[in-house]
C-alpha cells in the first residue's frame, strides 16, 4: 500500500476556511474506512462462525442424525436428544463467546436443530 505524503506545505500555507475544508474530507475518509473495516470483520466472523458450524457437524453430525431418527426407547428419549445437543453447541458457542465473535449463523442453525428435535 502507498502511503501519501502528508501535504505540509499546504496545511502550513492554507487559510483556515481551507484547513478546515481538509479536516472534514480527512475525517469524512477515515469513516468511510471504518465502514469498510466492519464490513469486512463482519463477512470475516460470518464465514468463521459457517466454518465452525461445519467442523462441528463433521464432529457430531452422524451421532445426531443417529439420535434424530431412531425412535425413543425410554419415556425421556427425546430431553436425552435434547441434551445432547444442548452439551455439544454449548461446547462450540462457548469457543465463540470467549473470542468475542458473534456466531449469528451458528445460533440460527443450532436453534432451528433444537426445534425440531423437541417436536
Not at 439420535?67 to 436425552?80: I, M, R, T, V, Y
Request: hydrophobic letters at 40%.
Amino acid at each position: 500500500m502507498n502511503r501519501p505524503e502528508p501535504p505540509f506545505e499546504y496545511l502550513l500555507e492554507c487559510s483556515k476556511k481551507s484547513l478546515q475544508a481538509f479536516l472534514l474530507t480527512q475525517l469524512n475518509n477515515s469513516a468511510e474506512r471504518r465502514k469498510e473495516v466492519n464490513q469486512l470483520l463482519d463477512e470475516w466472523v460470518e464465514a468463521e462462525s459457517l466454518a465452525r458450524l461445519a467442523t462441528w457437524f463433521e464432529a457430531y453430525g452422524e451421532s445426531l442424525v443417529a439420535l434424530a431418527s431412531s425412535p425413543p426407547d425410554e419415556a425421556n428419549g427425546k430431553q436425552l436428544r435434547i441434551d445432547f445437543l444442548a452439551q455439544e453447541t454449548a461446547e462450540l458457542k462457548a469457543v465463540g463467546i470467549e473470542s468475542g465473535r458473534p456466531f449469528s449463523a451458528l445460533d440460527t442453525v443450532l436453534a432451528e436443530t433444537s426445534r425440531r428435535l423437541a417436536s
